[in-house]
Nanobody
């Protein structure tokens, strides 16, 4: 059974940090692009970051560059999103997803990645207070 489980969200003050985890089961994360997406109330889901299999190349949307870092631990079949210097605008439900091609949809201005594609985990809430 192919599944993704996201966790690590919470309530944090502006300027604080959180680390999200996305644990995969039923498949090897190093064979797929893994992406983090987020959706704030009343807004469309948007790409945040992604990591490619093999060389581990990464992409970020512009507003999180230099603040967020995506990484993976193949031994734990887990992808992480380290979020530093969090801002109230980062408040959203964060989701991880896996597919053969996700990174195309992550940078700012790219088309939305369909929730009917790939494999999605349940979201984890991140709330940043000002």
């Amino acid at each position: 059974d192919v599944q993704l489980q996201a966790s690590g969200g919470g309530l944090v003050q502006a300027g604080g940090s959180l680390r999200l985890s996305c644990v995969a089961s039923g498949f090897n994360i190093d064979e797929y692009e893994i992406g983090w997406f987020r959706q704030a109330p009343g807004k469309e889901r948007e790409g945040v970051s992604c990591i490619r299999p093999g060389d581990g190349g990464t992409d970020y949307r512009g507003s999180v560059k230099a603040r967020f870092t995506i990484s993976r631990d193949n031994a734990k079949n887990t992808v992480y999103l380290q979020m530093n210097n969090l801002k109230p605008d980062d408040t959203a439900v964060y989701y991880c997803a896996a597919d053969r091609a996700i990174c195309f949809y992550v940078p700012t201005g790219r088309p939305s990645y369909s929730t009917n594609s790939g494999t999605w985990g349940k979201g984890t809430q991140v709330t940043v207070s000002s």
